[in-house]
């Protein structure tokens, strides 16, 4: 038997699932099938055939595109009793409802953080947002008071805010790339500075340490679980 996970990121989302998967699941096979699209017609070649699917599906209800490739491919898999979905809202979503964010990004008196200080804000009233449930007048009220009407959606939100948060630091992610610092053991950083201090200085952490922190303390948790990954 072997088991495939697969996604529709490339760029960091692909690079973050395949360094969580390669760590603490290192029989499962990672792959991108690099759009919602390509990614439905892959499901719809699965046969039962002995092995195991895992599809990661973002669910950001607030984009069109998304919801409509999501419907149709829980209409494909639908049935598939080797196949299971890991639903989330979004990967960037994923990272900024890790608990320990802030405290891994910045170190203890951090001049850096007192700068963020409305985008650690921010985040702290979008986790609450997505979590609950939102109605549009929250979600447009939440967008006038920071500055993020020009998104379409909340998953460009989680990716406004995730890169705002952690740009400048060895935990910088966009969409091309994810920090090094979130999928490495600590301090393997090449282009670290020696006022690079992070809130890992002291703590130092193996990539497997890292990544069984960001389940346990964020929506990956419940996300997997309910996949039947443990």
């Not at 599906?57 to 998304?66: E, F, K, L, S, T």
């Not at 990272?95 to 850096?112: G, I, R, T, Y």
């Not at 009220?141 to 890169?163: G, H, P, Q, R, V």
Request: with cysteine.
């Amino acid at each position: 038997m072997k088991y495939y996970v697969w996604c529709e990121d490339q760029g960091s989302g692909y690079q973050f699932w395949k360094a969580l998967f390669s760590s603490l699941y290192p029989d499962h096979i990672v792959e991108t099938k690099n759009n919602n699209s390509k990614l439905n017609k892959a499901a719809e070649q699965i046969k039962n055939d002995g092995n195991i699917y895992y599809i990661l599906i973002d669910d950001a209800v607030d984009n069109p595109d998304v919801m409509r490739e999501t419907k149709r491919l829980y209409r494909t898999i639908s049935g598939k009793n080797n196949v299971r979905k890991i639903s989330i809202h979004s990967f960037e979503f994923s990272l900024l409802s890790f608990e320990m964010l802030e405290n891994w990004v910045f170190a203890e008196n951090d001049d850096l953080k007192d700068k963020r200080r409305d985008m650690l804000e921010a985040r702290r009233s979008y986790i609450k947002l997505i979590t609950g449930s939102e109605t549009a007048a929250e979600l447009n009220d939440f967008k006038n008071k920071y500055n993020f009407s020009d998104k379409k959606n909340t998953e460009m939100i989680a990716a406004k805010i995730l890169y705002e948060i952690t740009r400048n630091t060895g935990f910088e992610t966009d969409k091309s790339q994810v920090g090094h610092c979130f999928i490495n053991n600590c301090c393997e950083w090449a282009d670290r500075q020696a006022d690079d201090i992070c809130g890992l200085n002291i703590n130092r952490l193996t990539l497997t340490e890292k990544m069984e922190q960001i389940i346990e303390h964020s929506v990956l948790q419940n996300a997997f679980k309910e996949a039947g990954i443990k």
